[in-house]
């Protein structure tokens, strides 16, 4: 199977300290609808920045950004979903509810903890392991971008209400337009084979990002490539400019829609070239790459999904902690304790 051939990089179990191992996924992110990536309220313009072209290319353009935290949160929640439909969160030692995000009282206890870390609990902290970081897209923000005007709608059907008084309730947003590639890199770290499927799994079933996702915000993700080695993959921005010098010097016109098979090829190209890099042992071949996202789609099946998720928790179970008694305020009587041996 191709995932033993990243036994080398993978931990046997889970541990406290890292040892340097380190699993790289080149991730296509193609939006298949409009999307909306920003930082603050409706009208605000998309997150982008002022980014070189390419690496030749010289040119300064602004490339739109898909942020880390919107690439983990919506990929977090899909794994947790999961979860909790298989009752593998746990509760809070903060309090009687169950682990949650952003609530400030994570379990401490469940995959997601383990995995992608906790700050906020009352025993300690937990670094991720799954390191991100921005995505650019590979196309300039002004070929991307489109405007929307919204428009209220009365229950008429029509912009005025039974009085004929017009709507006022109208807006102008930018939004990303349906067909727009970001190139990004996911670096994992100490983990083990099951927790690099549901990584894996979590990426690939997650389908809406950014701002109002229960309308639009559809998106599809492609893993490209698969490292494995001692050191982190070159950066997201490294490889879009880099792709974006390839389709340049291809001839092909960089404009939007850019063509996904043109684009995939070039990325491939590119990244066939990172084994040579400090750091970078290997790469999975394009039949591994299958056969690894066909062992990841069977572990995550209706029927074999449960006994999966059960035997990744129960890989953590010597290592939970159950929540301790608070510790008395300075300055107030200790408890009493009481003696634990049995009555003669």
């Known amino acids: 199977m191709s995932i033993e051939k990243l036994t080398p990089f993978l931990a046997p179990s889970y541990e406290n300290f890292p040892k340097g191992r380190t699993i790289g996924l080149v991730v296509l992110r193609t939006t298949h609808s409009e999307t909306i990536f920003r930082t603050e309220g409706s009208g605000e313009p998309m997150c982008s920045e002022f980014v070189q072209a390419g690496v030749e290319d010289k040119n300064i353009i602004s490339r739109l950004v898909m942020t880390k935290r919107k690439q983990v949160a919506p990929e977090r929640r899909r794994g947790r979903e999961f979860l909790r439909s298989h009752n593998l969160l746990y509760t809070s030692p903060k309090g009687d509810s169950l682990c949650a995000l952003n609530t400030n009282a994570p379990c401490e206890m469940c995959i997601d903890c383990f995995l992608y870390g906790f700050a906020a609990g009352g025993e300690g902290a937990q670094k991720s392991r799954v390191w991100t970081e921005d995505a650019f897209s590979v196309l300039a923000a ?3 971008i489109g405007d929307r005007t919204i428009n209220a709608i009365f229950e ?5 209400d039974e009085n004929g008084k017009a709507s006022t309730a109208l807006n102008t947003s930018e939004y990303i337009k349906p067909g727009v590639h970001f190139l990004d890199i996911v670096t994992l770290k100490d983990v083990t084979a099951d927790e690099l499927r ?9 389908t809406r990002y950014g701002a109002v996702s229960s309308r639009v ?5 492609e893993i490209l490539g698969i490292f494995g080695g001692i050191a982190e993959l070159p950066s997201s921005l490294e490889l879009v400019q880099a792709v974006h010098d390839l389709l340049k010097a291809s001839g092909k016109a960089l404009e939007h829609p850019l063509e996904t098979s043109e684009l995939i090829k070039a990325t491939k190209q590119f990244i066939s070239t ?7 042992s290997m790469q999975l071949s394009e039949d591994e ?3 690894l996202i066909a062992d990841v789609d069977r572990h995550l099946s209706l029927t074999e999904q449960e006994n999966f ?3 990744l928790d129960k890989s953590y179970e010597p290592l939970r902690r159950v929540p301790t008694e608070e510790k008395p305020k300075r300055g107030s009587k200790k408890k009493e304790t009481v003696a634990t041996e049995s009555e003669s």
């Open 198 to 206: 549901y990584v894996i799994g979590n990426i690939l079933l997650t």
């Open 142 to 144: 002004n070929d991307a």
């Open 309 to 311: 998720l059960k035997r």
């Open 274 to 280: 990172w084994t040579n890099k400090r750091g970078i």
């Open 289 to 291: 790459l299958s056969n």
């Open 156 to 160: 008429n059907g029509t912009m005025r």
């Open 217 to 221: 915000g559809r998106m599809e993700n």
